[in-house]
């Protein structure tokens, strides 16, 4: 079965021990919720990065980062101290408070601009093609594991508002302009383009359209 995670945020954990290899990490993790049940195995979403853990022991956990990870995530920035977003896998048995994140990030982005507007914070965020081409506004999207809705989409940029809730519980609550943070584009959007790029390759004549999809509530 696949892993998945719902976005939703359960703690914040601080990194306690960091081993560097060439393109390698091995990460320890404190926490408090996320090991009350832990279980060597389990798949915990670091920064909205899905991880395996390795070891554990009361309040602390390690994971190993491997080279494709470590290249294309921020987590090789991180530092003894370092707070960092934590989450369990979503059970069968759970609640989707937020929406389907895999843990495996699609690219690294770019806080380029933070402002307030009453009690929200908004953040405008440069980010890859192969994210924005995914991002629609009021779309989903993760930010460092966070879901969030996407506010507005540019050409090299999209925006997010957060609530003070998930400021506060977050890391995201503390990010200024010129960190980087670890972006998941919505995996319906990434579904959706195979199955229309299979229609149009298809010679069976398949009704399947962007406007059968509109007009059936898919988006």
């Known amino acids: 079965m696949r892993i998945i995670f719902t976005g939703i945020i359960e703690e914040i954990g601080y990194i306690s021990d960091i081993k560097r290899g060439a393109q390698s990490i091995r990460l320890g993790v404190k926490a408090e919720k996320i090991t009350e049940d832990i279980k060597l195995g389990d798949s915990i979403a670091?920064?909205?990065?899905?991880?395996?853990?390795?070891?554990?022991?009361?309040?602390?956990?390690w994971a190993d980062v491997m080279p494709e990870t470590f290249v294309k995530t921020t987590l090789k920035n991180l530092t003894a101290g370092s707070p960092v977003?934590?989450?369990?896998?979503?059970?069968?048995?759970?609640?989707?408070?937020?929406?389907?994140?895999?843990?495996?990030?699609?690219?690294?982005?770019?806080i380029v601009k933070r402002e307030r507007f009453d009690i929200a914070i908004v953040f405008t965020i440069k980010a890859p093609p192969e994210v924005l081409k995914y991002t629609v506004a009021k779309g989903s999207i993760a930010i460092d594991g966070v879901s969030l809705t996407v506010v507005?989409?540019?050409?090299?940029?999209?925006?997010?508002?957060?609530?003070?809730h998930t400021a506060q519980l977050t890391i995201l609550g503390y990010k200024q302009p010129g960190q980087e943070v670890n972006l998941e584009s919505d995996i319906i959007g990434r579904y959706v383009e195979k199955l229309l790029s299979k229609n149009d390759q298809s010679s069976a004549g398949s009704s399947l359209s962007i406007d059968f999809l509109s007009l059936h509530g898919f988006l």
Do not use: K, M, W, Y
């Open 152 to 164: 507005d989409v540019g050409n090299d940029h999209f925006t997010v508002s957060l609530i003070p």
């Open 46 to 61: 670091v920064n909205g990065v899905c991880l395996t853990v390795t070891q554990f022991e009361p309040r602390q956990f």
């Open 85 to 110: 977003n934590l989450e369990r896998a979503l059970r069968l048995t759970d609640r989707l408070g937020g929406h389907l994140v895999q843990g495996h990030v699609d690219g690294i982005g770019s």
